[in-house]
């Protein structure tokens, strides 16, 4: 049997190259490699815990959607399903919030960052069980996932373990997978993650050649004038080194190293470095922002190409919900 991948995403805001880098185009990577049985959907649930109108969070579902589909996930190839489709996510949520200490939560970066920038609710406190949830159901050994989620992936391994312990050999522990760009930098603030919830640091997978042209061209850099990799002292150009070398690769090939780039760009200024970096991500990303406005002109469709996964989803967590309800006494 082939080891089980499952990852998800938020709907709760446009795309960026960061989501694509970090995850998205892992996905499509290991769905590819026909290594693996994959399992990728939208944790729409999960948006809940943030503040977007109905209409707006109806939006951002078919925008996350119809980027999965432009990206290269294939519903005859990997189960594309939609969380809140699926009860038995909730249900086994509920489940493992019974067994979380609270401290377990206490300690989440994620929580502690959000809470400090908007009102708090139950929902976003106990996000991690419900993520933990998504995983385990479905016996996933593998998360690919930016290392923003290291911290929740690691709760749900200690939940898998403590409910295994608890009511006997039930679920895996599951494992993150990282891509080469766990962590793309703000072009705004190159010491902060690329984040949705500062726009005016992201470039989004849809923007225009001309916005990414600019975005990239008024990143904020360092001081100093080589073009060389060093986090510390240099992030933002760090930064864009990464970004040019993930956008180097094309289909299976290997793209340009670090190493490489340097040497590529000895004794060339910050200018000339910027325009390239914005020249080779146009066409990067060109064929995920043009599919994906096909696609859009039928969004019905969209949805449908999600059908299929939700029925297969739910048997799968279905029954695993059924072997847990038996396990801890609910008869
Ligand atoms: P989110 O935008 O938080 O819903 O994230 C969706 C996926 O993209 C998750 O796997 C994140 O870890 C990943 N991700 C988010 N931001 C970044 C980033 N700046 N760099 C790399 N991966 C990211
Ligand atoms: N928490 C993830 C994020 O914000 C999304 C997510 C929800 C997820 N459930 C998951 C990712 C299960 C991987 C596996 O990006």
């Not at 579902?61 to 290269?72: E, V």
């Not at 939609?82 to 489940?95: G, N, R």
Request: with cysteine; net charge neutral.
């Amino acid at each position: 049997m082939k080891p089980i991948v499952l990852s998800g995403i938020t709907p709760s805001g446009k795309l960026h190259v960061g989501n694509y880098l970090g995850a998205l185009h892992n996905f499509v990577q290991l769905q590819n490699s026909g290594k693996y049985n994959c399992y990728f959907f939208l944790s729409d649930l999960h948006s809940l815990t943030e503040s977007a109108s109905p209409i707006e969070r109806a939006d951002h579902i078919i925008d996350i959607a119809t980027n999965y589909l432009a990206a290269g996930l294939d519903p005859k190839k990997s189960t594309l399903f939609i969380q809140s489709h699926v009860p038995a996510h909730a249900e086994l949520a509920w489940v493992l919030n019974s067994i979380c200490p609270m401290g377990e939560l206490e300690r989440m970066t994620q929580y502690k960052d959000k809470s400090a920038r908007m009102e708090t609710n139950a929902g976003l406190f106990t996000y991690p069980a419900l993520m933990t949830a998504d995983i385990i159901l479905y016996d996933a050994e593998f998360v690919p996932v930016g290392d923003d989620q290291d911290q929740h992936l690691e709760l749900a391994r200690t939940l898998a373990r403590k409910f295994n312990s608890r009511f006997g050999e039930t679920f895996i522990e599951p494992k993150a997978l990282h891509t080469a760009t766990p962590r793309v930098m703000s072009l705004a603030d190159p010491l902060k993650k690329m984040s949705k919830s500062v726009p005016n640091g992201c470039l989004f997978l849809d923007d225009e050649p001309e916005v990414i042209k600019k975005k990239i061209m008024s990143a904020v850099t360092d001081s100093g004038s080589e073009v060389k990799f060093d986090e510390a002292s240099k992030p933002g150009v760090s930064n864009l080194l990464m970004i040019l070398s993930a956008a180097t690769r094309h289909g299976g090939q290997a793209g340009k190293t670090i190493p490489e780039l340097e040497k590529e760009f000895a004794g060339k200024n910050y200018g000339q470095f910027k325009a390239a970096v914005a020249e080779s991500l146009i066409p990067y990303l060109a064929p995920i922002r043009e599919k994906k406005a096909k696609l859009m002109e039928d969004p019905k469709k969209i949805l449908k190409a999600f059908a299929t996964g939700d029925k297969k989803a739910n048997k799968v967590a279905g029954a695993k919900l059924k072997e847990v309800y038996e396990k801890v006494g609910l008869i």
